[in-house]
């Protein structure tokens, strides 16, 4: 007599077609949530009790790592091109200061000393922006769209400047 075959071992991690959420990552993030003081990357709001994928106070979709499925860094790049625009000629800048010292004359005015000192701030500037991108990313985007409008800002009026002086 021969014994019956063993019954196959379930070995997938896929959800049972009964039982869909609970496999879920859904679900996977909302019981890990469900317990600990964990907050939204994106606006710091208290994640305990989550009934939904989305964070309930910014409505940022969340994935099972509890961070943004789609983090915005396009406030932060563009900030940090326009502050490198501005520092590649403030090096130069820093350069002729060191060698010649700073800028003198009738024709050299506000407007001249404005663009000067914005040329040489640029220059730290541009590295604490690419230290601080994990912080600046956490800033609400109306905060960070407010941030990177200053040095475009800037860039075109030292730019406008340069152009009436050329004239």
């Known amino acids: 007599m021969t014994e019956p075959a063993p019954a196959p071992v379930e070995t997938s991690t896929s959800a049972p077609a009964d039982e869909p959420s609970r496999w879920s990552d859904a679900h996977h993030l909302r019981v890990f949530v469900a317990m600990r003081e964990v907050t939204c990357p994106s606006c710091r709001y208290n994640l305990r009790g989550l009934t939904s994928e989305s964070c309930p106070e910014c409505g940022q979709r969340l994935k099972l790592g509890v961070s943004l499925a789609e983090p915005f860094i396009a406030a932060w790049v563009a900030l940090v091109v326009s502050l490198c625009l501005a520092a590649g000629p403030g090096v130069f800048v820093a350069i002729i200061t060191m060698m010649e010292g700073p800028p003198r004359g ?3 005015h506000l407007g001249g000393w404005l ?5 040489l701030a640029a220059i730290p500037l541009a590295v604490v922006a690419l230290g601080f991108r994990r912080p600046f990313c956490r800033l609400p985007r109306g905060v960070q769209g407010g941030i ?3 040095p475009i800002a800037a860039n075109l009026l030292v730019v406008a400047w340069l152009l009436t002086v050329a004239n």
């Open 115 to 119: 663009c000067y000192l914005y040329v």
């Open 106 to 108: 009738p024709g050299f």
């Open 148 to 150: 990177m409008l200053f």
